[in-house]
């Protein structure tokens, strides 16, 4: 079965609802299998602004299949926001062209509510979430004390066991935090009806996935956050609460191993990070300020300034390397226009010692310092260049230099945010991709 994943080589927001945007043009079927509404993929069509969160970026293209699946925390709220926002501008969001996963785990109004008062809880601890309840959604998931979109559709089960789960969260949040309780009748209310609107959407979408696979439909997986913040692989505890690259596929999507089959990873030709935690290569004061306004380095789900930082080839490479990525793409070139000369880290001293490779083994990056290279910077225009040579001597040999540190092809730069600002250098897709799909499209089943 052709399939390809794309996924975000850094700590996120590297660009990766633009790209999957791209190439969903050339696939059937785009599946999300990680993460929730704290993602934010900002896709321009013809200068056009469009922002998702849940769904997937294919949604924007006729004729394709979008899944929501099982490893995905669902906020239903924010979800049926998303389906009535595109509907209003003209886009079709039905049941033939979006699948929900039944197996989906639900975040509810409490989860948000205990995020948000264990991140104050923690103080200076705090780990800088978005707030969305992800984590305390996927914890329920884990104690086995969660709700799934089924659980949703009929009104006596979702009834009985959302009592449950609200009945010790607001215990937490009364005895814990001196905080007001939540309307456990309304919010079951609500839920039960927000059930009955979601249903035409729901699927056994691993089911769906693993017909498509034997099928022949051309899928593409696309991740919501980075690498860097994988829940077991990323700079814990400062990570997102699941796997986020392409080995969180079979259990995210439903579908077995071999499905899995290129992988292509995204970061930009910069750093940024959103949130607290380790961040090797953060720039700080004019310097920092002069990269995030010329990138608009703001997050999307947040609105958040993004810290901002050098090109990091060590955690890029780690990245790469973790993934087994065929290739990358960078993004955001057009950004160092006229920044003047550029650092690149590539590798780190900690106490003394000397790693090439990222000390994933460490528990933490505590007195990190970089070993970097200064590459020059050019001040010619790169966002119009269509082709490499195209592209300003200097970022030329920026790009041809950052490859060879991170010891992977880049197989595509992006030097702007409309879809047709990309440099093609090679196949993303591979030689045996196939030019159409074997069967009709539209629906899974």
């Known amino acids: 079965m052709p399939s390809l994943s794309v996924f975000g080589a850094q700590w996120g927001d590297e660009g ?32 056009v602004k469009w922002v998702l969160h849940l769904i997937p970026s294919g949604i924007l293209h006729e004729g394709k299949v979008n899944v929501i699946a099982t490893g995905v925390a669902i906020d239903p709220i924010k979800l049926l926001e998303e389906i009535d926002g595109l509907e209003e501008r003209g886009v079709s969001v ?13 975040i509810f109004e409490q989860h948000k509510r205990i995020d948000g008062l264990s991140e104050r809880w923690k103080g200076d601890g705090r780990i800088g979430t978005t707030g969305r309840g992800i984590g305390p959604a996927y914890s329920d998931k884990a104690s086995r004390t969660g709700l799934r979109i089924c659980d ?14 609200l009945a010790e969260k607001n215990a937490v949040i009364g005895k814990v935090h001196g905080e007001e309780l939540l309307d456990v009748e309304a919010i079951v209310q609500r839920y039960v009806e927000i059930g009955a609107r ?115 080839a060590v955690a890029v490479r780690y990245c790469l390397d973790l993934a087994g990525a065929a290739g990358w793409i960078m993004t955001k070139l057009d950004v160092l226009s006229g920044l003047g000369d550029l650092k690149v880290v590539t590798g780190y001293r900690i106490d003394g010692e000397e790693f090439s490779e990222y000390p994933a083994h460490l528990p933490s990056l505590d007195g990190v310092e970089l070993i970097t290279e200064t590459l020059p910077g050019w001040t010619e225009d790169a966002a119009s260049a269509r082709t490499f040579d195209a592209l300003p001597d200097a970022a030329r040999r920026y790009v041809e230099r950052v490859e060879e540190l991170v010891a992977t092809p880049i197989v595509m730069v992006s030097v702007g945010a409309e879809r047709d600002a990309v440099i093609d250098r090679e196949p993303i897709f591979g030689a045996d991709w196939p030019a159409s799909a074997p069967t009709p499209e539209g629906a899974l089943s």
Do not use: W
């Not at 949703?152 to 789960?165: M, T, V």
């Open 16 to 47: 990766k609802g633009k790209i999957i945007d791209l190439l969903s043009d050339r696939v059937d079927v785009v599946v999300r299998y990680q993460g929730g509404a704290n993602a934010g993929h900002t896709v321009v069509v013809d200068g």
């Open 152 to 165: 949703l559709l009929d009104p006596a089960r979702c009834a009985e066991r959302l009592r449950a789960n």
């Open 94 to 106: 039905g049941p033939e062209r979006l699948r929900i996963a039944a197996n989906a785990h639900v």
């Open 198 to 312: 979601l249903a035409p959407f729901v699927a056994d979408t691993g089911a769906e996935l693993r017909r498509a696979h034997r099928d022949g439909r051309r899928i593409l997986f696309e991740g919501a956050q980075g690498v860097m913040l994988d829940i077991d692989h990323g700079t814990y505890p400062f990570v997102t609460s699941s796997n986020t690259g392409p080995g969180g596929i079979p259990s995210g999507a439903g579908v077995p191993p071999h499905a899995v089959g290129r992988s292509i990873g995204i970061a930009k030709a910069y750093c940024t990070r959103v949130g607290e935690g380790p961040f090797p290569s953060e720039m700080f004061g004019d310097d920092a300020d002069r990269l995030r306004a010329a990138g608009h380095e703001y997050g999307t789900t947040t609105g958040r300034p993004r810290r901002a930082g050098s090109f990091d």
